[in-house]
């Protein structure tokens, strides 16, 4: 159980298209869901919070209109990286919390992470 | 403010015992640990929820001391697949990890 799936894995595109990426939560219901973002060598930096039906909470430093997120259900959520630059290449995870339907509450389980590379 | 992590990198033999420490500059409601492989997400290990709480997990166990604010991780007769980067996690509705521990199990 407690199993989320991102995809796609990795992804290269061009400077300046958009790239989209997925997170579901394939076993449990996520209210809230998490984006992160890896540099080699580094610890997870917190980008923005996703709660179902409502707008991300975004963390200072992170522009909301670069990094489009969408929570449409319980099971989903997206990340939209616009117009990506090379800067932007990085590892990206998101994570969702358990509601606590299945008495897991308040652990957070990782999807396997979008590599991104820009060109 | 990130939480600090000591030792930042740490070497072992195959079943050696190793701790990693876990500091805080705020106050800790939970504290969560994960390790990470290379090129793969973070799993989850244990949280701990109340000051002075201990947990374990086969030979992997942490106790986490909210007065201190601070949490320690302890391995106990290491194994290979010990190997990666051991995070902690702080914070209250959202997690904030810390700066990461590097442990390499060596036959």
């Known amino acids: 159980g407690a199993v989320v799936s991102q995809h796609p894995s990795r992804v290269i595109c061009k400077s300046g298209t958009s790239v989209k990426i997925e997170c579901r939560s394939l076993?449990?219901?996520?209210?809230?869901m998490f984006w992160y973002r890896q540099f080699p060598k580094k610890s997870l930096m917190l980008m923005a919070t996703s709660n179902e039906g409502s707008k991300a909470t975004y963390e200072q430093g992170v522009e909301k209109d670069k990094f489009l997120i969408n929570h449409a259900s319980l099971t989903l959520s997206t990340l939209t990286v616009t117009s990506a630059h090379p800067e932007d290449s990085s590892f990206y995870i998101c994570s969702a919390r358990d509601a606590g339907t299945s008495g897991r509450t308040d652990t957070q389980y990782f999807g396997p992470g979008t590599r991104l590379t820009v060109l | 403010q990130q939480p600090v992590q000591s030792p930042q990198a740490v070497i072992l033999r195959e079943g050696e015992d190793a701790v990693i420490n876990c500091s805080s500059s705020k106050a800790l409601y939970s504290v969560h640990w994960y390790r990470q492989k290379h090129g793969e997400a973070p799993v989850f290990l244990m949280i701990?929820?109340?000051?002075?709480e201990q947990k374990g997990h086969e030979k992997i166990s942490a106790s986490f001391n909210e007065k201190k604010q601070q949490s320690s991780l302890y391995l106990t007769a290491s194994q290979l697949s010990y190997s990666g980067t051991y995070f902690c996690?702080?914070?209250?509705?959202?997690?904030?990890f810390g700066t990461g521990t590097r442990l390499l199990v060596s036959p």
């Open positions: 076993d449990f219901q996520a209210t809230t």
């Open positions: 701990l929820l109340k000051g002075g």
């Open positions: 996690g702080t914070g209250f509705q959202k997690l904030v």
